[in-house]
């Protein structure tokens, strides 16, 4: 899966892309992982438990914003079985699947 779908057309304030993260958050598998996200991951010990909390119930702690490809981002905060976690992340639309959240990297 790449990032080549149509990018979101409307301007996101932070409350509404938190609000659009968590619910493609909800199924799991609307939740994509990069190869990069994956190797940090490993790296850093941070597990996909841990990741998926995140997006579920983490805060905003870069602003949402277009990327280079034009598809919304931010990234995310959350205090996790005793660890500070950060997951940037890329919202896409997917036509057939709705909302899908790409994790990028973690941190």
Known sequence: ???????IPFKLCDATMLRLVREAARDSGRVFVVAHAKRRMRER?????????C??????????CVNIHGHWQCTLARRHAGDDIRVATVLERRDDAGQWVIV????
């Open 45 to 53: 010990q941070i597990t996909l438990t841990q990741v998926l909390d």
């Open 1 to 7: 899966m790449g990032m080549s779908s149509d990018p």
């Open 104 to 107: 990028v990297t973690v941190f």
């Open 55 to 64: 997006l579920r119930r983490g805060s905003i702690c870069e602003p949402a």
